[in-house]
């Protein structure tokens, strides 16, 4: 993610473009650990289960080459999400309830609880093309935030 906070010029960046410019990496980020996971897929509608689906589960399987990548972009995203609450400190209930599902449903798809979720769709395209949504709300509630308030640049000392 990109941790200077100037642009090209030497301008200080403004907040909520870092904030945008950060979720566009999670967002490839997400899809490169995407890229590297599979999708197992439990069909219950077998002849004899005695159980009937219109939408079987599935669940994000292991990443090929280890947690580690989940691990870091949990991490990532952690910290990005702690950067991006500031931008809604008194949000109305029903962006309260976007912030919540969204950040519910990125942290469930990376952490993996080995459980099945029907919210997982059965290919990997598919799957970027969900969390491509989910993150699309982050994105949507950004350019909502910097419609709000003053848009002059504050400056805080550092005092250490």
Not at 26 to 50: F, M
Not at 114 to 131: L, M, W, Y
Request: glycine share 6%; charged share 25%; proline share 8%.
């Amino acid at each position: 993610m990109d941790n200077d906070c100037r642009m090209s010029t030497g301008t200080p960046r403004p907040y909520v473009a870092r904030v945008r410019a950060d979720v566009a990496a999670l967002k490839e980020q997400l899809d490169a650990l995407l890229d590297v996971s599979t999708i197992r897929y439990v069909n219950p509608n077998t002849p004899g289960s005695g159980f009937s689906s219109s939408q079987p589960p599935t669940g994000l399987g292991a990443e090929r080459r280890g947690g580690c990548g989940r691990l870091d972009l949990l991490r990532r995203y952690s910290a990005w999400f702690e950067r991006f609450l500031p931008l809604f400190p008194h949000p109305i209930p029903d962006v309260q309830r976007k912030i919540t599902a969204a950040d519910k449903f990125i942290r469930r798809w990376v952490a993996r609880d080995g459980t099945f979720d029907h919210s997982i769709p059965r290919t990997i395209e598919q799957a970027k093309a969900v969390a491509a949504e989910c993150l699309a709300v982050f994105d949507q509630l950004i350019s909502l935030a910097s419609r709000q308030g003053d848009a002059s640049l504050r400056v805080v000392p550092d005092t250490n």
